[in-house]
């Protein structure tokens, strides 16, 4: 239909009286305004739509991973650790890449022109229309976001899940029922030798130390540690702790993983905030806006940094949503959840939830 076959119709600007007549043959979208400046006077007064808040609160975001990242590269460097530090670069540059996008797709929101926004990138405007199209960049946001949920659930039948030629005493006897809910199907989490293989793997992607090196500090071969790694293998907790040492990461975070790898009750010195921290290892160590994007913005970055802080003990609905945006199972934290509760003393054991402290109370 052209705009000539559209009759008069009012002013999309509220406080405008006038009827916007359409432009004779004139072919294409029909005029929503009864001039320009009263389409440019309306839209200033209007610049907060939902959907530019929450492509704000997105480029916010990507901007922090960087940051994140960006800190974790100069650390590298400081320490002499090279090929960590070019890894860590290599995903720094899609990273910028996204923050390109989202930041073309923010100035856009704010109304900026094309001309503008190509001069503050010295392209053509030509380029950014081709480069950072709408369609581009909704479609490499939608990319970024699929990376941040949860793996879709395997179907397997029962007990199918093995560690190849793993002894049984590594095994606890119930592993392969627990693995599933309480329905019978498998979950999307994977089994705790997976995700304490994915932490060690983590670690060692950011430290320029060779699985040879690794394996000789640790007393096993280079193949066994790979196999660790890969979560075909769960190592004693000698050789885990070893590991962990090499990788300049505090044991007492991957402790809870193995315990929960090898069915065992965690040890009383365990704590809930370094059960959160092994699975955020596990996880690739996802900033807290990350996570509060995992859970739909159920919890906001404020909320994760106090259960990570463990200062105060969040209520468990908090800690089931953080367990299970990091990919973790719920039923192997509860057990340090109520420890953790009730070594609380009684004045801080509430019958009501308490609300959660700010980020900032912990300095």
Known sequence: MTASDQGPAACANPSCPNIVEQGGARAGRPRRYCSDSCGRAYRKRHPAEPAAATNHEYAVQVADDCSRRMETVYKLVRDGQPLGALRQLRQLESDLADLTAA?????RDNKRKASDIAGALSVTPDTVSRKWSVKTNNRRRQTRLARLQPPP????PSGARQLPRQRPSHRPPSAASSE???????GAAADPASALGRALSHLHRTHDRSQRSLGQEAGVSASYVSRIFSGERLPTWKVANRLTLALGAAPEDLRPLWDAARGEKPPAKSSLPAALRGLLLANASPSYSQLSARTQYALSAAEIAVAFGGASVPEWDTVDRLVTALHGRPDTVRPLWNAAKTALPDAARPSVPLPALPAESFG
Do not use: L, M, R, Y
């Open 103 to 107: 930041t073309v797709t923010q100035a």
């Open 153 to 156: 659930p395997t179907h397997q």
């Open 180 to 186: 599933q809910d309480p329905g019978g199907s498998p």
